[in-house]
């Protein structure tokens, strides 16, 4: 677990509004990576849902469940960066932790893993409380820029994805164990 | 925070946002406001930054339509406090030039003064998008190649 004290910040529309406890405690479980915490502020079935190209950056995409959300934000993500900061551009609520809807429109701080850069990743989240607990998260984030910082460098559209045989084709095997034929 | 906007207000606009209808949008319009879509303005040309009515009304009304037909604009959840509704969207659209199918989420903060839009600040997964634009999927790993030959200028 990370012991570093949590910063939230709130700025610009959101600075009329104090954030209240119980969406301050989940934010600070997740830069925390604190399980007990976390444990305790999410719903058992939980739904998570991450855009992104989840098949290159597997902290992205969707995840159901209590256990499976704080694998992600214990486990997962930290193997791409540490969160440090999340500051809050706009934030609005309607209801409370008991039955409540909440739009934030956030910038995370964040220190790769594997070169220490810093990342600045903005996104918007949604996010309903029932009970006290955390039922359901969408976050959409701003993915292009978000990868381009990950990978330090621009995106070359043009760099598709090579698809194609996952074995060479040399170590094709026909139906009978035999080689293929290349003329097949 | 301004004035809180009503219900209707905010359904009034993303109406007239579906709608595309350029005399519906600028009765939802404040003459000053300012529109931004954050993404790679190279890849996805209807990202970036608008300002004053007449400049968002055609960035709606006009140039969106000339590359993609909307089908489908569903709000997947919207919250209003204050001045300000935030809304999530699953969106449906068909290039125009390819006749190919794009289905994104997008998410917009709106802020309203008097009933009208001053602000608008979009956020969408922006990568996904640059993939259904260009037609394939994007290598963020592949490393570009060496310049060519070909490539080098002598000056």
Redesign the interface.
Known sequence: MNRVTPVIETAH?AS??AIPAWLRRFYEAFLLRDERELDAVLDERVDWLL???A???DHYGRRHGKRAVIELITRIMPCYYQPAAFSLD?????GDASHG???T?IRMRARQRDTGRALSL???Q?I?FKGGLLTWF?A????????EQ??G?S?????????GPTVPRDLSLAPDGGAVDDER | ?GEPVSCAAVQAFYEALASRDPVRLAQCLADDVEWHM???VD?LVFCGYRRGKAAVVDYIARLVPSMFAVKRYEP??I????D???M?SNVTSVQKQTGRILTY???V?V?FRDGKVVSV?G?????????QV?G???????E?DPAAAKDVIAL
């Open positions: 529309q009329g509004r855009e992104g190209p098949e290159q950056f706009c934030l609005l609520i309607q809807n909440v739009a429109r903005r996104s918007a949604f309903r969408r959409v984030p701003e993915t292009f820029d978000a990868i990950m990978v460098r995106i070359d559209v043009s760099r598709a994805i090579e698809t | 925070m954050s993404g790679p890849v997947e959840e919250v209003i406090d204050g300000t509704a935030a999530i989420q997008t998410a903060f802020v600040k956020l969408s997964d922006t990568f996904d998008m640059a993939e260009v394939h999927r994007i290598d963020a790993y592949r570009p």
